[in-house]
């Protein structure tokens, strides 16, 4: 089914009549795309028997009784978020090629900025005389679904946090410490630091032939951050590193930048679609915390997945990257 | 798009038969972009080309870019982008730009969300064809 020209023509289109065959594909796509969406992924070291007592600890869960639960893989509308519980509930256990994970929901107020119509005002033209532009926030309720996955094949127990956009990276850390907290209750595995992702930031750097670098954030030593973000347009390929102010900026220093935020893409197409998965690796600083020479990246937002398949292929280039253990 | 292209684009212009200042700010337009070597044609916002024609104000600068845009084999193409809610600069496909421009309605590229009137929030750029 080709979708419409925007959210509410696809909606229409869809309502108008749903093709027979099409509702389990669509229901697929949506837990692939619950699963691997937009994610900010922390790996933890895996052994065996850990591997065995996490698969142990899944099938044994019991999905909660709640309304996402019982409603899933289908999402709660406006009505239902405004009066649905949002704590933490477990909605499924998913398994396929890739792995096994265990789906998490939970509701995050989201602050939403919004410019405010100067014809809102009763005195609208006092208010277009003081102000240019006037702004308001709101809370948003947005529900967001968490992975718990044991991949079959690599050697790292991943938990991923929903992070769409606007999600505020304290918030996400808090949702990490609470997923990994269950773990830990459950006494399941004593998960320990995520693996340091920094390792990752140079070499992909490094490696002219891995994606299209999007963001760099570089420290100099003519004492200077640099933050550097192709624009481009959706249908063309642009990389950072070889753009020639970039380039010209390095080759004029004698010393190499210290890179400790970057964003890589993976555009392909298939089938007549585009895809563009997405990597951002992002340290709070050049340096680290008393003393230690390099910063620590503790996760890793990946985005853009629309399929598994994406997803799967950009954290296997952060596990080499890394040099995690395959 | 080669120099040689933009040599042809310049000599198209010379022999339309022009009014001044018009004219003048089209050759002024071409030569700046004749003057760009390497990658650096890709983002041309409209102060790039407003430095270049000088004293000309800013309605026949963009009459000048519209018609150099839309010329028999043109070397510059315009394009739009948006900025969201957090100042992010959103490029817009070519396609939803020409129908913003055209019926002033736009889907927002990542919400998907439809937008009414979208005109004056949407900012133009150019780039040259031949990157």
Redesign the interface.
Known sequence: MEPG??????IEKVKSGVAEGTVGKLQDSLIESILCGDKFTKLYPLDDKGRIDMHLWMSSLNCSDSLSARIFPLLLDEGQLATADGAFSVLSTQSNEDGIGVILSSIFNMK???EIDFEEFENSAEMRSKFDEVVGFKYRRVQLHHVIWVPHLRQQLEIRVDAP??MPEDAIHAHHSHLKRMIADANVLTLGNSHNLFPAVRAFYDDGEEGDVTEITFATTTSAIKHEKI?????SR?DQRL??YHQGGKTALQTDIRIYRLSVEWPKSEDNLSFAPTLTLAASGPAGRAGSPDPTISGALIGNCVRAADYEFVVERLGLKSGLAA | MTMCDLRKARETIETAGLDQPFLDVCLRVTGALEALDGDRGKFLPLSFFLTVVDDTNAKVALSALSYICTMECPPLAAHGYICDADEELIVLDDEDFLEVVKTGDLIHPRTGEFLQQARNRVHIFYSLLSL
């Open positions: 020209r925007g959210w509410q023509k696809t939403v900025r919004e956009k606007g624009i481009r347009r959706p249908s642009l753009e020639t």
